[in-house]
């Protein structure tokens, strides 16, 4: 009688009852495993392989303020903007709404890191935008992309190549003080296509989590040590 070694194929090739489900355990762990595994890769782009973005050209674009209802908080903090002193968090919407979801929950902590951080909603609809803003606990400025293509889209990477020249990819991403793209953290695509699983998308929002406070933590000291040089520089001459 031939030996089938233990494993999935023993469980997947076996007639006893019952031992379908421990196949199916034993393959949804696998993939649960190779899903999470995607996002080591995740990390924040060093700024000489960056992609410069206009924040000028941003501040400049057809912007709708919601103000807050009853018992939600007001996410505008641009009355603390401080020109090239302020990152940027964008909040990419276009068919998703949980990069809005994990926006809410992590901005006290991302304020705490980075007080000047100005958080937006970006879109090509900015109905849909304030519809989702109507039972979030924050409103958040909301700016139009506009153009064919989506200017602001296109220059981010993110235009769907199936949105019609109009429809963004969903995403978070972090621009530092000098309006570089340093992180793009993915809603339903790429690493983050697993981020609506049952099994893993809270794994997957746990980790977009970290690394995007630790992305803003990296890109404040940045700005420290670029300050601290500027003087170390200027001592040389005065």
Same mark, same amino acid.
């Given at each position: 009688? +031939?030996?089938?070694? /233990? ?5 997947? =090739?076996? &007639?006893?009852?019952? +031992?379908? !489900?421990?196949? =199916? #355990?034993?393959?949804?762990? *696998? ?6 595994? +995607? ?9 000489? @392989?960056?992609? #410069?973005?206009?924040?000028? @050209? ?15 908080? =007001? ?8 020109? #090239? ?57 909301? /700016? @139009?992309? &506009? !153009? ?16 019609? !020249?109009? &429809? ?22 790429? *690493?983050?296509?697993? $981020? ?5 998308? &809270? ?9 995007? *406070? #630790? ?6 000291? *940045?700005?420290?040590? !670029?300050?601290? +040089?500027?003087?170390? $520089? ?5």
């Amino acid at each position: 009688m +031939d030996i089938v070694p /233990v494993g999935k194929r023993a469980f997947a =090739d076996s &007639q006893s009852p019952g +031992d379908e !489900g421990y196949a =199916d #355990e034993e393959n949804t762990r *696998e993939n649960s495993k190779s899903n999470t595994d +995607d996002l080591r890769g995740l990390s924040l782009i060093p700024k000489e @392989e960056a992609w #410069e973005f206009g924040i000028s @050209e941003l501040l400049d674009s057809p912007t709708t303020i919601t103000p807050p209802r009853e018992g939600q908080v =007001d996410g505008n903090n641009f009355k603390n903007y401080g020109g #090239e002193k302020s990152l940027f968090l964008l909040c990419v919407l276009g068919s998703h709404t949980m990069q809005l979801g994990l926006l809410c929950q992590i901005l006290p902590k991302l304020l705490a890191l980075s007080t000047q951080l100005q958080a937006l909603i970006l879109t090509n609809n900015p109905s849909t935008a304030i519809s989702a803003l109507s039972s979030s606990p924050y409103t958040f400025p909301i /700016v @139009e992309a &506009q !153009g064919n293509p989506a200017n602001h889209f296109l220059k981010l990477g993110l235009l769907n190549p199936l949105g019609n !020249g109009k &429809q963004p990819l969903d995403a978070i991403v972090l621009l530092d003080a000098s309006g570089k793209r340093r992180l793009v953290l993915p809603f339903g695509w790429g *690493e983050g296509r697993h $981020v609506g699983g049952l099994l893993t998308g &809270q794994v997957v929002l746990d980790t977009f989590a970290v690394v995007l *406070e #630790e992305s803003v933590r990296v890109l404040e000291g *940045e700005k420290r040590r !670029g300050k601290k +040089d500027f003087y170390d $520089v200027a001592r040389t001459y005065f």
